[in-house]
């Protein structure tokens, strides 16, 4: 049975969070670090919500969430027509202070190695964990054809690990004009970081089942 609180804890409290926009082609995008911000083995998160991942171009994002009571569960990549895997993360979140080590959540029955991790000073004791797992979903998303692709998430100790969310960055060459893709981590428990830069309007991100969808304003184009 999926549990509500899983999306709470993942998403509101010690959350990554994804975010998709069109790129005004006469302004600079928000951000000038690198694609992928460095983070060694189980390094911490910052104390606040802060980008890890930038992407510019014709690049769409597939956004899913599983939280279960069972040992594994289905989460889904939804791939557009003619796209290519570019980028892919996995977030875990815990509660009652349980550490997820590395291999206690398996994506595909490959092991997921963790690169940050951050925790909240809340109830629950409530903590998340990010990997890059491009070396996993690549392969099969890629060699799959468009539509919903399913994987497996297997948890080690399912009872004390709340959920997951999988969100894949596509290179996506159907798409009509450029986008920004922004993906943070951290806990929001203090403040939002975002790089210095205008502001760029945030759209809906693809989204199938439990998963989230970033807001779109009035007047900003859909996918």
Do not use: H
């Amino acid at each position: 049975m999926k549990r509500i609180f899983a999306l709470v804890c993942i998403l509101s409290v010690c959350a990554f969070q994804a975010l998709a926009g069109v790129a005004p082609p006469s302004v600079k995008v928000p951000g000038t670090a690198p694609d992928q911000w460095p983070g060694g083995d189980f390094t911490a998160g910052a104390p606040y919500l802060a980008p890890v991942y930038r992407a510019s171009g014709r690049v769409s994002l597939s956004v899913d969430a599983l939280g279960t009571t069972a040992a594994s569960g289905t989460i889904q990549v939804s791939k557009p027509a003619g796209a290519r895997v570019r980028a892919a993360f996995l977030a875990s979140a815990s509660f009652g202070g349980f550490v997820i080590p590395n291999g206690g959540v398996t994506l595909n029955s490959n092991k997921v190695l963790w690169s940050q991790n951050a925790a909240c000073t809340c109830i629950f004791g409530l903590r998340s964990f990010l990997a890059d797992v491009t070396g996993i979903v690549a392969p099969i998303v890629d060699a799959a054809p468009a539509g919903l692709v399913n994987l497996t998430v297997g948890e080690a100790k399912s009872g004390s690990i709340d959920g997951s969310v999988l969100a894949v960055v596509f290179d996506d060459p159907s798409l009509a004009r450029d986008r920004t893709v922004l993906i943070l981590f951290g806990t929001s428990a203090s403040a939002w970081s975002i790089p210095p830069g205008p502001p760029t309007p945030i759209i809906s991100s693809t989204s199938r089942s439990a998963s989230p969808t970033a807001s779109r304003p009035a007047g900003a184009p859909g996918r």
